[in-house]
């Protein structure tokens, strides 16, 4: 059946409407522009790139970690990444073949609502986190105690193969009495609120200074 050319089906209802009408005469909707429909296709398109993409990006950190190579994590990403987007970009295109404009449309609400969901959740996370780890930023005391309880474990470990060494309770009253005092001097700390950055410098000539950061609860030396 030949359809006439003044006339075109409603996008919601399939009724024929006029060619040049906005609003569906039988159920009163406003019909998707091209821009509004290509809109749809994207959001349907890119429903699932965000996992992907945090895959991708979680791969490039274990290669890097395992090659320790920032060259080929990072060339791994991007050709990850390029393979996604042309997956993404014919997966498009099947869209608008196998679908037809209403469940397009519906689809697309459908993500829309559920990802506006997922954004809430995940800021919500990401608020929780920062706020928990600027409450719980280690202070110099913190870093002290910290030093106090490796030096303690290492003491305990040389010390401790024959149990109870008196020896090692004389140094590990040594380290619980006077180490505090004197570490004031060596330790600089700077505060960036949701962690610190602590520099640790013996001032003893060719040590040289040593840099942890700390985060909530735990320390970690990366210089
Ligand atoms: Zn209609």
Known sequence: MQIPT?????????????????????????????????????????????????????????????????????????????ILYSVSFFYGKSIRKKLSIF?????????????????IIFLSII???LVFVFLTNPTKNDFKEYLKSEVKQE??????AKKNNPISGIFIDLINNSM????????????????????FNSGIENIETKQFIGVSFVFFNFK
């Open 6 to 82: 003044n006339i075109k089906e409603c996008q919601f209802c399939n009724e024929s409407i006029s060619i040049n009408a906005n609003l569906c005469k039988h159920c009163n909707r406003v019909q998707l522009s091209e821009a509004k429909i290509k809109k749809n296709i994207n959001t349907i398109r890119d429903d699932n790139s965000g996992y992907f993409s945090l895959l991708i990006f979680a791969i490039s950190i274990f290669l890097f970690y395992q090659f320790e190579s920032f060259y080929i994590s990072i060339s791994c990403f991007f050709a990850l990444l390029i």
């Open 103 to 119: 469940e397009i449309y519906q689809e697309a609400q459908k993500i829309e609502k559920r990802n506006n969901i997922n954004s």
């Open 127 to 129: 608020g929780s986190i």
């Open 155 to 160: 003491v305990s470990e040389q010390l401790f």
């Open 180 to 199: 505090p005092k004197e570490l004031d001097n060596f330790i600089q700390r700077d505060n960036y609120y949701f962690f610190s950055v602590y520099k």
